[in-house]
């Protein structure tokens, strides 16, 4: 009985060791190959999945995107000057199959690939191109490793070039030549920031001068038409100064020569007039007197005003003669003389 047990025991045993070599677990970024009797027999979708032990075996690929790492190396560029090129490669498995049947080392084989065509590609290029054109460098890489693994069941989605170191003395050269150019741009950057800032500022001063001029001729126009404004505004008023005074003075004139037509004037007043007229001239600081060139008219004046002075001066004298006429003899003197025409003339 004891050994039934130990029988069922060791039996239970083997099964379950051999339950567990029969089940397989594929994960969902994985595929499973399965060979039989060292013949290919499938591939395996994730899941959980029976073999047969000891029959079957499994290999299991990673199908998610893989980097392999380039090792730096040395190329020689078209200008004779030898760099240093690490590069990344990025790809993914599309057949499983193909990756494990066609090529027996891929990241060996894909490493080699990257390095020859390196020196390719970056060989048929001078130093400038080859710093400046990473971009370039990256996609035909990438088009010649996609072709030349197509075999191998991958496909290779980009390739970055991580560094292209230059010799030391090149990298020295390259940096003072960066130096000087950046210095040149540095100076030529200052001129013309000096330039400009000339520029500016002339324009700045023509503005000002134009806006002074302007603002000076603005003053002056206003000035002037002030000015003019004022030089009218006295006209005006001296116009109307004369018209009222005109006004006044004809006004006067018509008092004047309707009151001497009232009066009914003799021609001897009239001559008083003239005369006296004739004398406010002459007294006046004018050094040259315009008479009128009515001399007939004048001559005959003075002929009527000395008509009428011989006749008053008769009229005193025939006075004269009866006052003496009636004084007492011995010739004494009135004590209160006479006042008259007669005194007047004879004095």
Known sequence: MAAVLALLLIIAIVMAFFIALSVRIVRPYQRGIVERLGKFKAVYEPGLRLIIPFVDRMIKIDMREQV???????????????????????????????????????FWAVTKLAQTNLRNVIGDMQLDEALTSRDKINMKLRDVLDDATDKWGTRVVRVEIQRIDPPPDVA??????MKAERNRRAVVTEAQGVREAAITKAEGEKQAAILVAEGNKQKQILEAEGQAQAIREVAEAERFRK??????????????FGSIHDGDPTPDLLAVKYLEALASIANGRATKIFLPLETSGILGAVAGMGEIFRQTDGESRAVDREGRAHEPPGGGTSPHPQSGPGASAES
Do not use: C, K, W
Request: without cysteine; aromatic residues 6%.
């Open 172 to 177: 020295a050269a390259m940096h003072n030549q």
């Open 243 to 256: 018209e009222t005074v005109a006004l006044g003075e004809a006004a006067a004139i018509r008092e004047v």
């Open 68 to 106: 392999v790492d380039v090792p730096p190396q040395e190329v020689i560029t078209s200008d004779n000057v030898i760099v240093t090129v690490d590069a990344v490669v990025y790809y993914e498995p599309t057949d499983p199959v193909r990756l494990v049947y066609n090529v027996a080392n891929f």
